[in-house]
C-alpha cells in the first residue's frame, strides 16, 4: 500500500485531504502538521523520511497570507522557495514523488484569456514570487513531481473569502467588494481530489499541471452567489466597486485553463457556482 505525507495538515487543503483520504483505500496516509514537521527545519525532513517509507508527499505547507506577504517578505521566501527547495532535494533522496500545490499569482494578469501550464510567468506579488521560486527550485531538485496551479481556495476550513462573506452578513454589515479582478473560486474539496486522483490513476506525467473549478467569476460575483445561496441577499446590502485598496497588487484576470489535468486523469470537474453549492449543502456552514 502506497504511503503518503501531507504536510500542513491543518490549513485548509490539509483538512479537505483527510476528509477525501476515507475513498482511498489503496493509500496509507500521515498527517503532519506544523508542530509535527515544520518544512523549514530541513534536518526534521530527513529524519521523517528516514525514519518512515514515504512515497508520495503533498505539500500544503505555505505562507499564504498575500497582504502580509508584501512586508515578511524573507518569512514568505524562507518558507514558500527555501524550505520547498529542501523538501524537493529530500523527495530525491529518498525516492518520494512530491505533489505541491502552487497559485494562478504566478502570473501577471495580462493574458486576458485562461493561463495555460506554459504560459509566462511574471508574478506581480511577494507570495506570487516566492510561490514561483518554490516552483522552480522543485524543477531543479525532483525530476518526480507534480506542480498544480490553483486558484481563490475556500472551504468549509479555514479563513477565506466564504467563511469572510458569512462573517459579515451574519453582523449584518453592508459589504463592498471588487469587480476588478476575474478568476475562479475553487472548492479545496475538489482540488483534495484531484491530488489524490493523480496518486491513483498513475496515468499523469510528472510536471506542471492547473486545476480549479470551471468558469469565471470577479470577486463581487463570488459574494453575490453566496448571498443567494443563503437567501441573505435582502438583508445584506452589497455593493460593487471597480477598485479596493490593498497592500498586494493582485492579477486582473487569472483564470486557468485546466484541460491538460483533463486530459491526464479521468476527473469530473464542477463549474464554480455548483461545487459552491456542493459545500454549502455538505457542511454544516451557517451564516
Ligand atoms: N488559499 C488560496 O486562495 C490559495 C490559492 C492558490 C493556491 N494556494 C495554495 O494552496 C496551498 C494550500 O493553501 P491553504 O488555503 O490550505 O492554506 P492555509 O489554510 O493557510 O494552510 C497552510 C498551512 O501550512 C502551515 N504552515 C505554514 N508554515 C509552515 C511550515 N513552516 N511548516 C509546516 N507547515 C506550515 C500553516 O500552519 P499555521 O497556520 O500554523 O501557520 C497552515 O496550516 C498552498 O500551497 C497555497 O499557496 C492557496
Redesign the pocket.
Known amino acids: 500500500m502506497a504511503r503518503v505525507l501531507v ?10 485531504l483527510k476528509d477525501a483520504s476515507s475513498r482511498y483505500s489503496t493509500l496509507d496516509f500521515d498527517f ?4 509535527d ?5 530541513g534536518a526534521a525532513i530527513a529524519d521523517y523520511f528516514k525514519n518512515n517509507t514515504i512515497d508520495f508527499c503533498i ?8 497582504e502580509k506577504a508584501e512586508s515578511e517578505k524573507d518569512q514568505a521566501f ?3 522557495a527555501e ?1 520547498v527547495k529542501n523538501l524537493a532535494k529530500y523527495c530525491t533522496e529518498f525516492n518520494v514523488v512530491l505533489l ?6 504566478v502570473f501577471d494578469g495580462t493574458k486576458g484569456s485562461p493561463y495555460l501550464e506554459t504560459d509566462t510567468t511574471n508574478p506581480i506579488n511577494v ?1 506570487g514570487a516566492s ?1 514561483l521560486q518554490g516552483e522552480t527550485y522543485i524543477r531543479e531538485a525532483c525530476k518526480n513531481h507534480y506542480i498544480v ?7 468549509q ?5 466564504l467563511k469572510t462573506i458569512l462573517k459579515y452578513a451574519k453582523q449584518e454589515k453592508p459589504l463592498t467588494v471588487t469587480t476588478e479582478q476575474t478568476g475562479t473560486p ?1 472548492n ?1 474539496n475538489d ?1 483534495a481530489t484531484v491530488l489524490l486522483d493523480l496518486i491513483v490513476s498513475e496515468k499523469a506525467n510528472y510536471g506542471t499541471y492547473h486545476f480549479s473549478n470551471k468558469g469565471a467569476g470577479t470577486w463581487y460575483d463570488f459574494a453575490k452567489e453566496i448571498l443567494e445561496n443563503f437567501n441573505l441577499t435582502e438583508k445584506t446590502k452589497l455593493a460593487q466597486t471597480d477598485y479596493y485598496r490593498t497592500f498586494a497588487k493582485r492579477p486582473v484576470y487569472s483564470v486557468l485553463n485546466i484541460s491538460k489535468l483533463e486530459k491526464a486523469i479521468p476527473i469530473q470537474v464542477l463549474d464554480w457556482k455548483e461545487s459552491l453549492k456542493t459545500v454549502l449543502l455538505k457542511h454544516s456552514i451557517s451564516h
Open positions: 504536510t500542513g495538515a491543518n490549513g485548509q487543503l490539509g483538512k479537505c503532519v502538521t506544523k508542530a514537521l515544520d518544512i523549514t527545519d505539500n500544503t505547507a505555505a505562507y499564504t497570507n498575500v524562507n518558507i514558500n524550505a505541491h500545490v502552487s497559485t494562478d499569482y507570495y510561490k496551479r490553483t486558484s481563490w481556495l475556500y472551504s476550513y479555514g479563513h477565506n473569502f475553487t479545496a482540488l
